[in-house]
């Protein structure tokens, strides 16, 4: 089955500061991975994916993953962090064989401090 | 830019009554689907539907559960008799085509079942 884990509940940085949020999968065959954002009162917005090819995946508003295969990690990562930054973030898998089904973590607070 | 558009965003309802959530997926979307997300934990999958009819569904989506496309526009989902258990988020999102494309969500609606 696949599955996605993030570790930490919540993750607190000051603004300026480097930022990680940790994902783990668990898959059969190569993973179909995606980094989602949701701010309060809001719906689930895209902000990068890895489907193949460079193992650096730049999305959305500076965020940048890290596909690793040996540590079957997808972290999130940003240099520089902002307190707009704030938010919760959700790791998710797709469904190698089945398009339709998308495994969601169970999020991770980011609490950018100015 | 499309997006996804719910309605309402907060419904309050009886144990028993029946209740139905509007979205209007991206306009040249092919796929849609419905989550939850129970407070507090994981956002959960629920239901694909496309070229008019389910194409999966998720343990949750029992009989209580339906989805329809009454028209070119509209997706909704149905709860037939809810239960206390059934107070969630509910996001509808919605995918172009069958490729590796990202699905966008809408900004949810809040289902309070007393």
């Known amino acids: 089955a696949q599955s996605v884990a993030q570790p930490e509940d919540q993750v607190n940085v000051a603004e300026g500061n480097p930022l990680t949020v940790k994902c783990t999968y668990s898959?059969?065959?190569?993973?179909?991975l995606f980094w989602y954002v949701q701010y309060p009162n809001r719906g689930l917005q895209f902000l990068l994916k890895?489907?193949?090819?460079?193992?650096l995946v730049k999305g959305s508003y500076g965020f940048e993953a890290e596909f690793n295969k040996s540590q079957t990690s997808f972290h999130l990562k940003k240099p520089s962090a902002l307190v707009s930054d704030s938010a919760l973030y959700f790791c998710a898998v797709r469904d190698r064989d089945n398009f339709n089904k998308f495994y969601f973590g169970s999020g991770t607070k980011l609490n950018v401090k100015p | 830019e499309p997006e996804v558009t719910q309605t309402p965003s907060h419904q309050v309802t009886q144990m028993g009554q029946e209740v139905i959530l509007r979205c209007v997926p991206i306009?040249?979307?092919?796929?849609f689907y419905w989550y939850r997300q129970i407070l507090g934990q994981k956002v959960e999958f629920l239901v694909s539907f496309y070229n008019n009819e389910i194409s999966e569904k998720s343990e949750i989506f029992d009989d209580q559960f339906s989805v329809e496309r009454p028209d070119g526009s509209n997706f909704t989902l149905k709860i037939r008799s809810t239960k206390l258990e059934d107070s969630a988020m509910y996001f509808c999102a919605s995918r172009m085509d069958s490729s590796y494309n990202e699905q966008f969500f809408g900004p949810g609606t809040r289902l309070t079942v007393l």
């Open positions: 890895y489907i193949t090819g460079d193992n």
């Open positions: 306009s040249n979307h092919l796929y």
């Open positions: 898959v059969s065959g190569n993973p179909y």
